[in-house]
């Protein structure tokens, strides 16, 4: 249910438990490290000390972003989420390009992804807004919601099954939307900057958390840096227009840049598919074909020090036997 450095807290037919988790697991790769809504193998301790964390079940979905130290490693924000529901603020002008990222994001993870429009008391036209949105989520529901005024929340908790995340910016209104679920003041939340609609991280970890109509909450930090990592299908999903009209065109493997027999670039000209969309879409592709590209990088040294270490192995074997 929350996992820390070096510890994690796991719902257990017992009760909660506190379990270690050796430092080895998942220093080669930080995909295979324990994450908030992991299932996991615990080893009992025979002397009385907490038990170990073995191993980590495989999981249903995961919902992935580069590692926010720009290596080619990703990091697993949240597993086995049922639904992510990406919050937009209406408090402060849409950033389109922020909730398509979000939404490669959500679709690549394998859960279903929910768009939430908070704050709609503070814009002064809301369903404009939710139209604008619906443009750029294509597969996606988007729903209107106020905390203040209620609005929305009923269609929020009646919609909301299994496991749920709440995915967004700092100052969405995620910790308050969360309360609203929860049905009490269990999330801290903070005052947002007037000067750009940014707020500061009021949740410090990942957690899980009861729902009182059944299923579960898990609460996350606020994303200043979402990148994208190994997401293909989610952008194809994301801008499935572009993927739709992209059959069309002459050459298979067309960049909708200046070919000629593009259909996309005709869509375009023919105003069935905004240049800012095409833009982002090209933009959000490229940054995903580069991190693939380090993830391979990756992946051919870590092959090739391990062929090193092997024949330093068995050169060392052999000139043992020579000597002896």
């Known amino acids: ?168 910016p700092s100052g969405a209104g995620k910790s308050t939307l969360g309360n609203r679920l929860l049905g009490e003041e269990r999330l801290a939340t903070g005052a947002v900057r007037e000067v750009d609609g940014k707020g500061r991280h009021t949740t410090a970890w990942r957690e899980l958390l009861p729902l009182p109509g059944g299923g579960v909450l898990l609460d996350t930090p606020g994303l200043r840096a979402i990148g994208l990592h190994d997401a293909q299908d989610g952008l194809e999903q994301t801008f499935a227009e572009i993927e739709h009209f992209a059959q069309g065109c002459r050459f298979t493997d067309c960049a909708h840049v200046s070919e000629p027999g593009c259909a996309v670039l005709a869509a375009v000209a023919a105003g069935e598919i905004p240049q800012r969309r095409l833009d982002s879409y090209q933009r959000l592709l490229r940054e995903n074909t580069y991190a693939a590209s380090r993830t391979d990088a990756r992946l051919r040294a870590d092959r090739e020090a391990t062929k090193k270490e092997i024949t330093r192995h068995l050169r060392a074997t052999y000139q043992f036997r020579e000597r002896q």
Do not use: Y
């Open 1 to 168: 249910m929350r996992a820390e450095r070096g510890s994690c807290e796991a719902i257990t037919a017992a009760g909660i438990v506190r379990a270690q988790i050796p430092r080895t697991t998942g220093q080669g790769d930080p995909l295979s490290a324990p994450c908030t809504g992991d299932w996991a193998a615990l080893h009992p301790s025979a002397t009385g000390h907490a038990p170990v964390l073995d191993a980590v079940l495989e999981r249903r979905t995961a919902l992935v972003r580069s590692s926010a130290s720009r290596t080619s490693h990703g990091q697993v924000l949240a597993a086995n989420v049922d639904t992510v529901v990406v919050t937009v603020s209406l408090a402060s002008p849409l950033n389109h390009a922020r909730t398509e990222r979000m939404l490669a994001l959500s679709w690549e993870s394998g859960a279903r992804p929910f768009v939430v429009l908070t704050k709609a008391d503070a814009c002064a036209d809301a369903q404009s807004a939710a139209h604008e949105v619906s443009e750029v989520a294509p597969g996606a529901d988007v729903l209107v919601t106020s905390a203040v005024t209620g609005q929305g929340l009923d269609t929020l908790i009646a919609a909301l099954t299994g496991t749920i995340v709440l995915l967004g």
